[in-house]
Protein backbone atom coordinates (compact mmCIF):
# COMPACT_ATOMS: atom_id res chain seq x y z
CA UNK A 1 0.00 0.00 0.00
CA UNK A 2 0.86 3.70 0.26
CA UNK A 3 3.57 4.68 2.12
CA UNK A 4 4.09 8.34 3.27
CA UNK A 5 6.98 9.73 4.95
CA UNK A 6 7.22 12.93 6.84
CA UNK A 7 10.61 15.32 7.78
CA UNK A 8 11.31 16.09 10.07
CA UNK A 9 9.44 15.54 13.12
CA UNK A 10 9.49 18.32 14.95
CA UNK A 11 11.04 21.77 13.59
CA UNK A 12 11.95 24.75 15.79
CA UNK A 13 12.57 28.26 13.78
CA UNK A 14 13.28 31.79 14.80
CA UNK A 15 9.80 34.40 14.33
CA UNK A 16 10.51 35.56 10.30
CA UNK A 17 12.45 32.20 8.86
CA UNK A 18 11.29 30.23 6.64
CA UNK A 19 10.21 26.59 7.20
CA UNK A 20 10.16 23.51 5.14
CA UNK A 21 8.75 20.09 5.67
CA UNK A 22 9.32 17.38 3.10
CA UNK A 23 7.41 14.23 2.30
CA UNK A 24 7.94 11.21 0.27
CA UNK A 25 5.16 8.91 -0.75
CA UNK A 26 5.46 5.48 -3.05
CA UNK A 27 2.80 4.85 -5.00
CA UNK A 28 3.46 6.89 -8.34
CA UNK A 29 -0.29 6.65 -9.29
CA UNK A 30 -0.95 9.62 -6.63
CA UNK A 31 -2.46 12.36 -7.80
CA UNK A 32 -3.49 14.96 -5.19
CA UNK A 33 -1.27 16.15 -2.47
CA UNK A 34 -2.91 17.88 0.66
CA UNK A 35 -1.50 19.88 3.65
CA UNK A 36 -3.39 20.15 6.68
CA UNK A 37 -2.71 22.10 10.27
CA UNK A 38 -3.36 20.89 13.21
CA UNK A 39 -3.85 22.96 16.29
CA UNK A 40 -3.66 21.23 19.63
CA UNK A 41 -6.97 19.79 20.52
CA UNK A 42 -8.53 20.95 17.21
CA UNK A 43 -9.32 19.35 13.63
CA UNK A 44 -7.16 19.47 11.20
CA UNK A 45 -7.87 22.02 8.50
CA UNK A 46 -6.54 22.11 4.93
CA UNK A 47 -4.08 24.79 4.71
CA UNK A 48 -2.96 24.09 0.75
CA UNK A 49 -3.18 21.40 -1.72
CA UNK A 50 -1.43 20.70 -4.60
CA UNK A 51 -2.42 18.88 -8.25
CA UNK A 52 -0.30 16.28 -9.87
CA UNK A 53 -0.02 18.53 -13.25
CA UNK A 54 0.97 21.07 -11.43
CA UNK A 55 4.86 21.85 -9.83
CA UNK A 56 4.54 24.74 -7.77
CA UNK A 57 1.35 26.40 -5.93
CA UNK A 58 1.57 29.81 -3.35
CA UNK A 59 -0.46 31.33 -1.43
CA UNK A 60 0.55 34.08 0.64
CA UNK A 61 3.40 32.84 3.08
CA UNK A 62 2.47 29.43 2.68
CA UNK A 63 3.95 27.35 -1.15
CA UNK A 64 3.85 23.66 -1.91
CA UNK A 65 6.17 22.33 -4.22
CA UNK A 66 5.58 19.16 -6.17
CA UNK A 67 8.50 16.69 -7.68
CA UNK A 68 6.60 13.19 -9.42
CA UNK A 69 9.57 12.09 -10.64
CA UNK A 70 11.31 11.63 -7.45
CA UNK A 71 7.88 11.51 -5.65
CA UNK A 72 7.97 14.03 -2.95
CA UNK A 73 6.58 17.24 -2.45
CA UNK A 74 7.47 20.19 0.31
CA UNK A 75 5.71 22.28 2.65
CA UNK A 76 7.14 26.55 2.38
CA UNK A 77 6.04 28.91 4.75
CA UNK A 78 8.08 32.26 4.47
CA UNK A 79 8.42 34.77 7.33
CA UNK A 80 6.81 32.51 10.04
CA UNK A 81 4.92 34.21 12.90
CA UNK A 82 3.82 32.27 16.59
CA UNK A 83 0.05 31.21 15.12
CA UNK A 84 2.31 29.47 12.85
CA UNK A 85 3.06 27.29 15.56
CA UNK A 86 1.13 23.76 15.11
CA UNK A 87 1.35 20.17 14.01
CA UNK A 88 1.40 20.23 9.93
CA UNK A 89 0.54 16.98 8.54
CA UNK A 90 1.23 16.12 4.25
CA UNK A 91 -1.21 13.79 2.88
CA UNK A 92 -1.49 11.78 -0.24
CA UNK A 93 -4.60 11.08 -1.84
CA UNK A 94 -4.15 7.50 -3.49
CA UNK A 95 -6.03 6.04 -6.22
CA UNK A 96 -8.17 3.52 -3.85
CA UNK A 97 -10.00 6.58 -2.83
CA UNK A 98 -8.43 7.14 0.62
CA UNK A 99 -6.30 9.99 1.80
CA UNK A 100 -3.36 8.92 3.24
CA UNK A 101 -1.37 10.75 6.31
CA UNK A 102 2.43 11.41 7.38
CA UNK A 103 3.18 11.02 11.27
CA UNK A 104 3.51 14.98 11.42
CA UNK A 105 5.60 17.79 11.80
CA UNK A 106 5.64 19.57 15.13
CA UNK A 107 6.65 23.80 14.26
CA UNK A 108 7.65 25.50 16.98
CA UNK A 109 7.95 29.20 16.21
CA UNK A 110 10.43 31.14 18.50
CA UNK A 111 8.96 35.02 19.24
CA UNK B 1 -23.16 25.09 11.75
CA UNK B 2 -22.66 23.40 8.40
CA UNK B 3 -19.27 21.57 9.24
CA UNK B 4 -18.90 17.89 9.53
CA UNK B 5 -20.33 17.10 13.42
CA UNK B 6 -18.89 14.84 15.18
CA UNK B 7 -20.76 13.34 18.91
CA UNK B 8 -19.98 12.70 21.36
CA UNK B 9 -17.08 15.10 21.70
CA UNK B 10 -15.11 12.42 24.85
CA UNK B 11 -16.19 9.41 25.53
CA UNK B 12 -15.37 7.28 28.83
CA UNK B 13 -15.91 3.78 28.85
CA UNK B 14 -14.79 0.88 31.34
CA UNK B 15 -12.61 -2.09 29.19
CA UNK B 16 -15.19 -4.35 27.83
CA UNK B 17 -18.18 -1.90 27.09
CA UNK B 18 -19.57 -0.97 23.67
CA UNK B 19 -19.17 2.43 22.26
CA UNK B 20 -21.16 4.12 19.28
CA UNK B 21 -19.70 7.26 17.65
CA UNK B 22 -22.03 9.12 15.18
CA UNK B 23 -20.69 11.27 12.47
CA UNK B 24 -23.13 14.10 10.52
CA UNK B 25 -20.94 15.16 7.27
CA UNK B 26 -21.62 17.79 5.08
CA UNK B 27 -24.50 17.62 3.49
CA UNK B 28 -23.34 17.14 0.08
CA UNK B 29 -20.82 15.14 0.64
CA UNK B 30 -21.00 11.77 -1.03
CA UNK B 31 -17.53 10.45 0.72
CA UNK B 32 -16.95 9.93 4.49
CA UNK B 33 -14.17 8.52 5.84
CA UNK B 34 -13.32 7.77 9.64
CA UNK B 35 -9.96 8.21 11.05
CA UNK B 36 -7.76 7.32 14.32
CA UNK B 37 -5.38 9.43 15.95
CA UNK B 38 -2.99 9.10 18.54
CA UNK B 39 -1.02 11.32 20.30
CA UNK B 40 1.68 12.59 18.06
CA UNK B 41 0.82 10.84 14.91
CA UNK B 42 -0.89 11.62 12.00
CA UNK B 43 -4.47 10.62 11.50
CA UNK B 44 -4.87 6.75 10.75
CA UNK B 45 -7.46 5.92 7.72
CA UNK B 46 -9.58 2.99 9.09
CA UNK B 47 -12.78 2.99 6.43
CA UNK B 48 -14.52 4.76 3.76
CA UNK B 49 -17.95 5.17 2.77
CA UNK B 50 -19.07 6.11 -0.94
CA UNK B 51 -23.03 7.05 0.02
CA UNK B 52 -23.86 4.17 1.46
CA UNK B 53 -21.51 1.70 0.72
CA UNK B 54 -18.42 1.18 2.49
CA UNK B 55 -15.38 0.88 -0.18
CA UNK B 56 -12.86 0.08 1.85
CA UNK B 57 -11.91 -0.93 5.19
CA UNK B 58 -7.82 -0.69 7.05
CA UNK B 59 -6.59 -3.99 8.27
CA UNK B 60 -6.54 -1.95 11.57
CA UNK B 61 -9.94 -2.24 11.79
CA UNK B 62 -10.23 -5.56 13.56
CA UNK B 63 -13.93 -7.56 13.72
CA UNK B 64 -14.43 -5.25 16.96
CA UNK B 65 -15.11 -2.82 14.59
CA UNK B 66 -17.84 -1.71 12.79
CA UNK B 67 -19.20 1.01 10.29
CA UNK B 68 -22.61 1.65 9.00
CA UNK B 69 -23.79 4.97 6.62
CA UNK B 70 -27.08 3.22 6.19
CA UNK B 71 -28.99 6.18 4.01
CA UNK B 72 -25.81 7.83 2.99
CA UNK B 73 -25.64 10.69 4.99
CA UNK B 74 -24.31 9.73 8.70
CA UNK B 75 -22.76 7.46 9.43
CA UNK B 76 -21.90 5.16 12.95
CA UNK B 77 -18.76 3.98 14.09
CA UNK B 78 -19.10 0.91 16.85
CA UNK B 79 -16.51 -0.56 18.84
CA UNK B 80 -17.71 -3.58 20.95
CA UNK B 81 -15.80 -5.04 23.80
CA UNK B 82 -13.57 -1.99 23.93
CA UNK B 83 -9.77 -2.46 24.58
CA UNK B 84 -7.03 0.21 26.19
CA UNK B 85 -5.54 0.24 23.46
CA UNK B 86 -8.79 1.48 21.73
CA UNK B 87 -8.20 5.09 23.43
CA UNK B 88 -7.57 7.59 20.56
CA UNK B 89 -9.21 9.96 18.72
CA UNK B 90 -11.84 9.00 16.27
CA UNK B 91 -12.18 11.39 13.54
CA UNK B 92 -14.30 11.62 10.65
CA UNK B 93 -14.32 13.36 7.39
CA UNK B 94 -16.52 14.28 4.33
CA UNK B 95 -16.18 15.53 0.91
CA UNK B 96 -17.32 15.41 -2.58
CA UNK B 97 -17.16 12.19 -5.02
CA UNK B 98 -16.16 14.70 -8.20
CA UNK B 99 -12.39 15.00 -8.47
CA UNK B 100 -9.62 14.80 -5.60
CA UNK B 101 -11.23 17.14 -3.74
CA UNK B 102 -10.37 18.57 0.53
CA UNK B 103 -11.81 16.08 3.33
CA UNK B 104 -13.03 18.32 5.56
CA UNK B 105 -12.79 17.21 9.47
CA UNK B 106 -14.88 17.22 12.20
CA UNK B 107 -14.00 17.86 15.66
CA UNK B 108 -13.46 14.05 16.51
CA UNK B 109 -14.13 11.97 19.12
CA UNK B 110 -11.98 11.36 22.11
CA UNK B 111 -12.45 7.81 23.70
CA UNK B 112 -10.51 7.08 26.60
CA UNK B 113 -10.96 2.62 27.51
CA UNK B 114 -10.45 2.52 31.90
Known amino acids: GENVEQHPSTLSVQEGDSAVIKCTYS??????FPWYKQELGKRPQLIID?????GEKKDQRIAVTLNKTAKHFSLHITETQPEDSAVYFC??????????FGAGTRLFVKA | DTGVSQNPRHKITKRGQNVTFRCDPISEHNRLYWYRQTLGQGPEFLTYFQNEAQLEKSRLLSDRFSAERPKGSFSTLEIQRTEQGDSAMYLC????????????FGQGTRLTVV
Open chain 1, 50 to 54: IRSNV
Open chain 2, 93 to 104: ASSLVQGNTEAF
Open chain 1, 91 to 100: AVYTGGFKTI
Open chain 1, 27 to 32: DSASNY
